[in-house]
């Protein structure tokens, strides 16, 4: 490692020089390096994590019903039609089978 470049202040003595040009280089050097290092992981990451999951799909339609009681609100809850809605998604997706009598 080379020793800083002194300077001579305007009484004769020499001034230490606080950066060197060659240490700054180096160490920009260094975080730029770093910098690319965890951009690569970042998009390695991304990329296995997204192959992981697979293609995403479209969610499934809705019926006209269940988006009249998902806008609704809280008074759909008291609504005939929307409970038999909401019973009859709950079986679909859940997969239920009404037992045959």
Known sequence: MRAPVLKRSTDGRPKPRLFDRARLLD????????AVMAAALVALFHS???????????????????????????????DPACRAAWADARK???QIEEPQP
Do not use: E, K, N, W
């Not at 160490?27 to 770093?34: H, M």
């Not at 006209?64 to 609704?72: I, N």
């Open 48 to 78: 296995r994590v997204a192959d992981a999951y697979g293609p995403s799909a479209p969610p499934p339609p809705v019926s006209a019903t269940l988006d009249r009681c998902r806008r609704a609100g809280p008074p759909a809850g008291d």
């Open 92 to 94: 679909a997706f859940f």
């Open 27 to 34: 160490g920009l050097a260094i975080l730029v390096l770093i």
